[in-house]
């Protein structure tokens, strides 16, 4: 078994702020995602990275910045936060093409 | 642009019930469709899932029964519990064109009364 890590568990910030978020995973996973939930809506994929080194553009990815330092993590950065936007970004691993992704907790963001 | 809908928004059974839970899409190369179930205050988990060469797939009292040509696929959860009470996301994808990437469905959230 393993395990994915998100911290914080809570960011608060100020609009205008660069806030960065952390993922980490022990499954020994190849892909890792960085997903972003709105209340009343599906998961919206921001950033992948199939491989270490490797990054991938989502559907949503305007606005933020990703890197996979190794690969274990992945962090996602807000360029920019926005002001009310509250959203839980989730992170998930799969250890390849067309296989279970496995989610993370979730980090709650709030901007003042 | 929706690609993946999911209908009821919210479902309401009583315990014993089986509770439906619908799902449809737009892109005929999707041939991947993962059931994810998430409880308030975690992430989604990976309940049961189907490959467009099947018609149907269960698990436990948990069924997808899947129709290729309209499209479309449903979630059955026969003999509904208390604790089966959460959001359920339907996603899609296209593996066979080693496409990675996952869109999922706003979700149906289901509260099952005792």
């Known amino acids: 078994g393993g395990i994915i890590t998100q911290t914080p568990k809570f960011l608060i910030g100020q609009e205008g702020q660069k806030l960065t978020l952390k993922c980490q995973q022990n499954f020994n996973h190849d892909t890792m995602y960085w997903y972003r939930q709105d209340s009343g809506k599906g998961l919206r994929l921001i950033y992948y990275?199939?491989?270490?080194?490797?990054?991938q553009k989502g559907d949503l990815s305007e606005g933020y910045d990703a890197s996979r330092e190794k690969k274990s993590s992945f962090s996602l950065t807000v360029t920019s936060a926005q002001k009310n936007e509250m959203a839980v970004f989730l992170c998930?691993?799969?250890?390849?093409?067309?296989?279970?992704?496995?989610f993370g907790p979730g980090t709650r963001l709030t901007v003042l | 642009q929706q690609q993946v809908r999911q209908s009821p928004q919210s479902l309401t059974v009583w315990e014993g019930e089986t509770a439906i839970l619908n799902c449809s899409y737009e892109n005929s190369a999707f041939d991947y469709f993962p059931w994810y179930q998430q409880f308030p205050g975690e992430g989604p988990a990976l309940l049961i899932a189907i490959r467009s060469v099947s018609d149907k797939k269960e698990d436990g009292r948990f069924t997808i029964f899947f129709n290729k040509r309209e499209k479309k696929l449903s979630l059955h959860i026969t003999d509904s519990q208390p604790g089966d009470s959460a959001t359920y996301f339907c996603?899609?994808?296209?593996?066979?064109?080693?496409?990675?990437?996952?869109?999922f469905g706003a979700g149906t959230r289901l509260k099952v009364i005792a």
């Open positions: 998930a691993s799969s250890p390849g093409l067309g296989v279970e992704q496995y």
């Open positions: 996603a899609a994808s296209a593996v066979n064109t080693g496409n990675y990437k996952y869109v």
């Open positions: 990275s199939i491989t270490e080194n490797d990054l």
